[in-house]
């Protein structure tokens, strides 16, 4: 297991080297108030005097010390190149790997430099590590990270904010699973107030891989012990507290070794405490702390090689995606060209690999609005919208002339139904638009390995975007020009043979004379009851009658043609009523006066004048008569005028409307949307293959090749910590 550590090591400086932190490495992290100690542990740990000394904040950046084990027969570590075959311990930065330190002084002092290099010289921290490793045939295998130390106050020029700065650096590090939280409290300070354990406990509330430490156990104040403290009986800690005696300002003042000073700790814990002094002291925290981080190791290691192979793959993908170097620019120019001509097809043709399930887009968009939005705003237009009664009455008498109307004028009809066809050029040119605009959408929506070369090489991007956009441009009017020319040609013959017009004009028309029919023949009928006063002969109310009826089929044979034996009108029978004797009177009816109106008893005896009462000749069917917005009556047959000119406009105009939403999409598909996608590779090749501007084309974006440079670099390290891992046997994990 002691081989454990050392392969720890090895994975944090291939992670350290490319500055990357993607893998949770077991550590020991030591977190501690400012003066609390934390410093003189880690110094008891080596052996050696090498850190930063002196008031406020001295440890600015996280300190990544590395003890190796290096007897003097260990040939792993020594060689006679570094010069290091006869020395005792020696010291080696990540920053100067090719430089080695014996002198210890030189170290602290290559830590000062450091420090200010990263975090200036304001007292402020930086989150950039620093890392060292000592050799030594002193040491035990240990890796241990130095945090700054927690304050609550700014001091000097410190920055308003550095309690959070350092709270949240210190987070940064013990939140990581695989790492061993050293909790540092000095014993003259109640432990029920130690910050260090506040921290470990939010990140670790169950307490499995936090260690507490008690330092300064002889500066208590005098009839006080730390029994109760180091027993876990005040705060309890699953792996425990160990209590440790520091040497003094005093003593790094006057150089006490720290050989010394271990004595020293071991008379006073004999001294002070006896029962507890065989788990207490430097020494025992050393060895504590190699068995728990190599545990721990062993616990994190099959966990820690899955991660490394999922993101070997990860990234290999993430490489692959950025691309290879660029070679042959023409070839790679052609490449990307005939990848998007061959992608922006595919989305329309719904043929691609990467399908969109959030929404419609390319093919299955313009479908959308072929049958959906254009299909529904035709359906939603009324054929007769915008016309009135008094529009059809005037148009009728307009084309009449001077002369009144005998039938209705056929170009009424051809009037009218053009006005209306016109509303339909107006969809029409909107679902060009609408397929442009998708048209144009798809640029972005070409599938990812398309996305990749674009942001790749954005000049070849925005040059691609400006000849589709071109092409599109182009098509345009030219669409839109020949759905105009398909709502002209509507116009410009009213086929009025039309199979499907002659019959639902027919149905129609024939609707309205049996019901104009019978309007007539009720409405002749009451009026012939109803005179009493001066009775008309029955022969005359039999012609009056007859001719009405036969007015009728005259006026609509003038429409459908001569109308034959079959007709529901030769069909119909004429009712006359019986014959009215001189004299006799009919029971409950009303008397006229001798004009033939209407008069109450009451006005015939009240009165010797006879009244004429108004009788309003043009009324409608139900018995209202219709009126125009002007107020204007209309008769019954201009009335009917207007009924057949509605009707036929009706028919005409959903045959045309069919017409047009079967057309306008094959003219938009023809010269839109198959065009652009037929010329779609040639216009590009055409217009970016050109040897003197290929060069500017393929320029490459500054940010992917730094990060295909990150992508490299990580999936090196991860494949190296693959073969570190790979190297460990079983019989080393226990």
């Not at 950025?322 to 097809?345: C, E, P």
């Not at 003038?558 to 009177?585: A, F």
């Not at 209202?624 to 201009?638: A, C, I, P, R, W």
Request: hydrophobic share 35%; with cysteine.
């Amino acid at each position: 297991m002691e081989a454990l550590i050392p392969v720890i090591n090895k994975l944090q400086d291939v992670f350290n080297t490319i500055g990357a932190d993607a893998i949770q490495l077991p550590q020991i992290v030591v977190v501690g108030t400012q003066s609390s100690g934390k410093s003189s542990v880690l110094e008891s740990l080596v052996g050696r005097t090498f850190l930063p000394r002196g008031t406020g904040t001295v440890t600015r950046c996280p300190l990544i010390l590395q003890l190796i084990y290096a007897p003097k027969e260990d040939r792993e570590h020594r060689n006679a190149k570094d010069g290091t075959l006869e020395v005792d311990e020696w010291c080696k930065f990540l920053h100067k790997s090719d430089k080695i330190y014996t002198d210890f002084e030189e170290v602290r002092k290559e830590i000062e430099n450091e420090t200010n290099k990263k975090a200036g010289n304001n007292k402020g921290i930086c989150p950039d590590s620093i890392n060292l490793k000592v050799f030594s045939g002193r040491v035990v295998n240990l890796t241990v990270v130095d945090l700054p130390g927690i304050v609550k106050v700014p001091a000097g020029d410190q920055p308003v904010d550095i309690e959070d700065q350092i709270n949240q650096l210190i987070i940064s590090y013990i939140r990581n699973p695989n790492c061993i939280i050293l909790a540092v409290s000095p014993a003259n300070n109640d432990m029920a107030t130690s910050e260090s354990l506040k921290l470990a406990k939010d990140v670790d509330p169950e307490g499995r891989r936090t260690l507490g430490v008690v330092t300064k156990l002889d500066l208590m104040d005098a009839g006080t012990d730390a029994v109760d403290v180091l027993c876990g009986r005040v705060v309890p800690v699953k792996l425990g507290i160990i209590g440790v005696v520091n040497r003094s300002q005093l003593d790094i003042q006057n150089n006490k070794s720290i050989e010394d000073a271990l004595k020293d700790e071991s008379l006073f814990l004999q001294r002070k405490y006896p029962t507890l002094a065989s788990r207490s002291g430097t020494p025992y925290l050393a060895k504590t702390l190699n068995r728990l981080l190599m545990h721990h190791i062993r616990d994190c290691l099959p966990e820690l090689k899955t991660r490394v192979n999922v993101m070997i793959s990860q990234f290999q993908m993430v490489l692959q995606s950025y691309g290879d170097d660029v070679r042959d620019k023409s070839q790679t120019l052609l490449q990307i060209i005939t990848k998007f001509a061959s992608s922006y097809n595919s989305t329309i043709n719904g043929t691609a690999r990467n399908i969109e399930t959030t929404e419609l887009c390319g093919g299955a968009r313009i479908c959308y609005i072929f049958h959906e939005t254009f299909g529904n705003t035709l359906l939603s237009i009324d054929p007769v919208i915008g016309l009135t009664k008094l529009d059809i009455l005037t148009a009728i008498r307009n084309a009449t002339g001077p002369r009144p109307a005998l039938f209705v004028p056929e170009v009424t009809f051809e009037l009218l139904v053009k006005r209306q066809i016109r509303r339909l050029e107006e969809p029409s040119l909107r679902c060009v638009e609408l397929v442009h605009e998708e048209m144009q959408r798809i640029i972005q929506h070409c599938g990812t390995e398309v996305q990749q070369e674009m942001l790749r090489f954005p000049k070849v991007h925005e040059k691609i975007i400006d000849v589709v956009t071109h092409l599109l441009r182009r098509r345009l009017p030219i669409t839109n020009e020949m759905v105009e020319n398909l709502v002209a040609i509507e116009l410009a013959y009213i086929n009025t043979k039309h199979p499907d017009f002659h019959r639902e004009t027919d149905l129609a028309l024939r609707s309205i004379e049996v019901m104009e029919h019978r309007h007539h023949h009720d409405k002749n009928l009451k009026r012939n009851q109803l005179m009493i006063g001066n009775p008309l002969p029955m022969q005359a109310i039999a012609n009056n009658v007859q001719e009405a009826v036969e007015g009728s089929k005259t006026w609509f044979g003038g429409i459908m043609g001569k109308s034959s034996d079959n007709s529901p009108l030769h069909e119909m029978p004429v009712l006359i009523p019986p014959p009215i004797r001189k004299g006799q009177t009919l029971p409950n009816l009303p008397m006229t006066n001798g004009s033939g109106d209407l008069a109450t008893d009451t006005e015939a005896s009240r009165s010797p004048i006879k009244r004429k009462s108004v009788v309003n000749l043009l009324q409608g069917a139900d018995g209202v008569g219709v009126m125009t917005s002007g107020g204007q009556q209309l008769s019954d047959k201009e009335q009917r005028d207007c009924r057949i000119i509605e009707n036929l406009i009706k028919s005409y105009f959903v045959i045309v409307r069919k017409s047009i939403q079967d057309s306008i999409p094959k003219a938009i598909m023809h010269f839109l949307v198959n065009f652009v996608q037929d010329n779609l590779q040639s216009e590009l090749v055409s217009h970016l293959y050109k040897q003197d501007e290929i060069d500017g084309l393929l320029a490459e974006s500054e940010h992917i090749a730094q990060r295909r440079r990150e992508a490299a670099d990580m999936l090196k390290a991860l494949q190296k910590a693959s073969q570190i891992i790979s190297e460990i046997r079983e019989t080393h994990m226990w």
